[in-house]
């Protein structure tokens, strides 16, 4: 009975720092020196290439940071105080807790706290899985809030910043997925992700150290969607106009040809989000 009651104990002490928001989110960032790089479909990219990643343009951004993982459904859950994601198996591991915590109070006649769904999902592994299903209204909201608690200056990046980060910057080694030639060894896609998202960082990084930006979930940038041009450009922000949001990268559901470096896709601001759908985020040195 005492041993009983002393993993109980142990139960509800692992559950009630969860009451309330969670900790203020750590981003991890990496810092990329700016450069000029040959943005669209380079030869590494063989025939896969669509029609909006041409022509092949010059383009020269300048430094900044960018995340070193994708949003979690932890860091979400931080700022937000919600969970959108359509991946979560905490609910499953919240009704075994309860079942079993319910049962020995019952048995004990004592009243210990049951952890609430939200609390258990916090105190899970499943925390580190990227966020999705999140639109970039929601987005904006959330990268707004983050920047009140922290007094940063965090945004999305801008397309040609993505690319150029996913490529390893102008010292890349030209590959055709972020990080390898080999898409099983840097990217969670259609053919080895098992329907589902992974938890971040479980796959090989790129030159640079940043972690799926092939694959697991695509990525909001904060561009809107225009077609490329010929001619050279520094630190380009897409159109002024339209409702089509750039997002890159593919996700867990895609096929190999739709994780490269390059491809390109494109949803409204305001549309729902989707379960491949998540965001990285950047900032400008200080």
């Not at 943005?39 to 020269?60: A, F, I, R």
């Not at 608690?149 to 999305?156: A, D, P, V």
């Not at 729902?272 to 400008?284: E, H, Q």
């Amino acid at each position: 009975m005492k041993r009983l009651i002393h993993v109980l104990v142990i139960f509800a002490s692992i559950a009630y720092p969860f009451n309330g928001r969670a900790q203020t989110p750590d981003i991890k960032m990496v810092f990329v020196k700016g450069g000029t790089f040959a943005m669209g479909c380079v030869l590494e990219q063989g025939n896969d290439c669509s029609p909006d990643e041409k022509p092949v343009h010059q383009v020269t951004v300048s430094d900044f940071y960018i995340g070193k993982y994708e949003i979690t459904q932890a860091e979400w859950d931080a700022v937000m105080n919600s969970n959108p994601s359509y991946f979560t198996l905490a609910p499953s591991n919240w009704k075994t807790m309860k079942i079993f915590m319910t049962g020995v109070n019952k048995f004990n006649r004592t009243n210990y706290a049951v952890p609430t769904e939200t609390e258990w999902n916090r105190a899970s592994v499943i925390d580190g899985l990227p966020v999705e299903q999140v639109n970039l209204i929601e987005v904006q909201e959330f990268i707004r809030r983050l920047n009140e608690m922290t007094g940063k200056s965090y945004r999305l990046p801008t397309e040609a910043e993505w690319e150029y980060a996913a490529r390893g910057r102008a010292a890349g080694r030209n590959y055709k997925y972020s990080g390898s030639d080999e898409v099983g060894d840097v990217a969670w896609y259609g053919n080895n992700s098992g329907g589902k998202t992974h938890l971040v960082g479980t796959k090989k990084p790129n030159e640079l150290g940043i972690y799926d930006m092939s694959g697991n979930v695509s990525e909001w940038t904060g561009d809107k969607y225009g077609n490329y041009g010929g001619s050279p450009q520094t630190n380009p922000k897409g159109e002024t106009s339209g409702n089509d949001i750039v997002f890159r990268g593919g996700g867990w559901n895609a096929g190999s040809q739709l994780v490269r470096v390059t491809i390109r896709f494109r949803r409204p601001f305001y549309i729902t989000g989707d379960p491949f759908i998540g965001l990285r985020l950047a900032c400008d040195p200080e």
